[in-house]
């Protein structure tokens, strides 16, 4: 009965009748009717009383099986520790970052800003999860707006329907053995070099980083930035943390380990275990089966988070990840174009296969656009062909489609490097993770290196750093693909020689070697024909 409920609760909690009457604001008197089954409380009250000390309604009405106070003072289901989660493991902290994202894509949701501004701000608890979860379905399923004019699809058929032809195959060059073991040496070295060279300074601020480049003789960018290059009077005046970083002239024996080179290592084995043939469930399983979740980052840990849950490709990339369109799909598609040299289509949808589990839209197509790019590089000479191939591989009613197609037709109208990114800079804020991160800016900057650097190793991987942003991703992007294209010849040994042989892995292997590497491309390129 009711009156014995709150006769329970209160012998429960230690109160007399008068404390426990003081609580709820109400007489003493009132509670000794309660328990007496002379009076029952208003519903106010019931609230009250099941707000206050734990307890349901249903219990207190007896519409559910009585369970002891202690019991019930915990009915809820368990919670995480939100005040001990670390970045990206849980949704709340990044539910701005979600609403930025559901304004890109076209969604209806620009009222809520104020709303998802708050919950934002809250501080760090289950009552903010809550919020944001309810946050969290306004935008999964809010209406796109009317005007919103771009066609973005994620399955690789209406992709494909939305995509230009591909008009460059006519100059494509035909590789022996040899050339192409060379070629691929040179992607692997290239993209080292890359890593390497923006890996210091990742996600430094511009202004930092011209004032260091210029402290230190190396402006414009041409050469690694070394420990030489700072010291204690450098340390102290930037507020970007250098004191912490690993210089090129600080390796010993073979480059760091480093998620852009990680992810290469990871495609490889992928398409080892499974063959060319690998599916995206395949991509999950060897995920989860061979790394945890703390070697990934943003939208990979989400989707890492996502297959532990049970979920697979695309609910993988699609469950509360507010980071579904930024870089990390880009930075994962090397290792698809250099096994099909000469095949950007081929190149492009492996590239789809592995994006989709922890990406969508222009996310997915950042992988793509690279892979596509790569693999023609291969056979091809100018970079104007490889950059016009990769978009062809990519939704033509797209925003990334838009974007680039902008970057070339300011290089063909003329502007200089100087000129596109003073304009580049006035159109993204760096100080802004979903600019920083984000797959467009990111492929803008990359697409300008390679046009503005002409198919120079120097002067590509050089300026795809100089502008700040995702550095390491960017410069070992670039290095990829004008390194598969210029072949081992066209990088200096100032940037192979501190790197090393050996190339370490986050995951359950020895280091890779260049030839292991390599050996290993040639045999997937191989399987294809088989």
């Not at 993209?191 to 210091?200: H, N, Y």
């Not at 922890?358 to 056979?379: L, Q, T």
């Not at 993204?428 to 046009?451: C, G, Q, R, S, W």
Request: charged share 25%; glycine share 6%.
């Amino acid at each position: 009965m009711l009156s014995d409920k709150i006769y329970l609760i209160r012998h429960k909690v230690g109160f007399s009748q008068e404390k426990f009457a003081g609580k709820l604001a109400v007489s003493r008197q009132a509670v000794q009717r309660w328990e007496n089954g002379v009076a029952y409380p208003d519903l106010d009250n019931m609230i009250k009383i099941a707000k206050m000390f734990n307890v349901s309604l249903d219990w207190l009405n007896d519409l559910s099986d009585y369970r002891s106070i202690e019991t019930l003072r915990h009915q809820d289901s368990p919670v995480p520790s939100y005040q001990e989660l670390e970045i990206w493991e849980s949704y709340a902290p990044d539910v701005y970052t979600d609403y930025m994202q559901a304004l890109d894509e076209g969604r209806d949701v620009e009222e809520l800003h104020d709303i998802v501004k708050a919950v934002a701000n809250y501080k760090k608890s289950a009552e903010k999860e809550d919020l944001a979860n309810v946050i969290y379905s306004i935008l999964y399923n809010a209406p796109m707006r009317e005007d919103y004019h771009y066609r973005e699809p994620d399955d690789l058929v209406t992709i494909k329907l939305l995509c230009n032809d591909d008009l460059t195959a006519s100059d494509d060059t035909v590789l022996t053995d040899e050339q192409l073991r060379d070629k691929l040496t040179a992607a692997w070295r290239g993209r080292l070099a890359g890593c390497m060279l923006g890996q210091p300074v990742e996600c430094i601020k511009t202004k930092e980083l011209h004032t260091l480049l210029k402290r230190s003789g190396n402006y414009p960018m041409h050469r690694y930035i070394t420990s030489k290059d700072v010291d204690d009077a450098f340390y102290d005046s930037f507020e970007f943390p250098l004191r912490t970083k690993t210089y090129a002239d600080m390796l010993t024996d073979g480059f760091i380990g480093d998620d852009d080179i990680n992810f290469t290592c990871m495609a490889a084995s992928i398409v080892h275990q499974y063959g060319r043939n690998f599916s995206s469930k395949d991509v999950c399983n060897w995920w989860k089966g061979n790394q945890t979740m703390y070697c990934y980052a943003t939208a990979e840990k989400i989707a890492y988070r996502n297959m532990v849950a049970g979920y697979y490709a695309p609910d993988t990339a699609l469950y509360k990840n507010p980071f579904r369109e930024w870089i990390g799909a880009q930075i994962r598609a090397d290792y698809f174009g250099y096994i099909n040299p000469g095949d950007p289509k081929m190149a492009a949808e492996m590239a789809w296969r592995d994006a989709r589990v922890s990406h969508v839209k222009n996310g997915i197509y950042g992988e793509m656009y690279v892979a596509a790019m790569i693999a023609k590089a291969a056979v091809c000479s100018s970079v104007e062909k490889i950059v016009e191939c990769g978009m062809s591989y990519i939704p033509a009613t797209s925003r990334l489609y838009e974007k680039l197609e902008y970057v070339v037709k300011q290089y063909k109208d003329g502007k200089t490097y100087d000129e596109f990114f003073k304009d580049f800079h006035s159109r993204y804020d760096e100080y802004k993770p979903h600019d920083a991160v984000h797959t467009i800016p990111n492929a803008e900057l990359v697409t300008a290196a390679l046009l503005y650097g002409g198919g120079d190793f120097t002067k590509s991987i050089c300026m795809a750093v100089q502008q700040g942003y995702d550095t390491d991703c960017n410069g070992a992007t670039v290095g990829s693909i004008v390194g598969i294209m210029v072949g081992t010849d066209g990088i200096a040994k100032e940037w192979t020689d501190p790197i090393g042989d050996k190339t370490r892995v986050f995951f359950n292997h020895p280091p890779f070697t260049t030839t292991e590497m390599v050996d290993l491309m040639m045999m997937h390129i191989a399987a294809k024909n088989e």
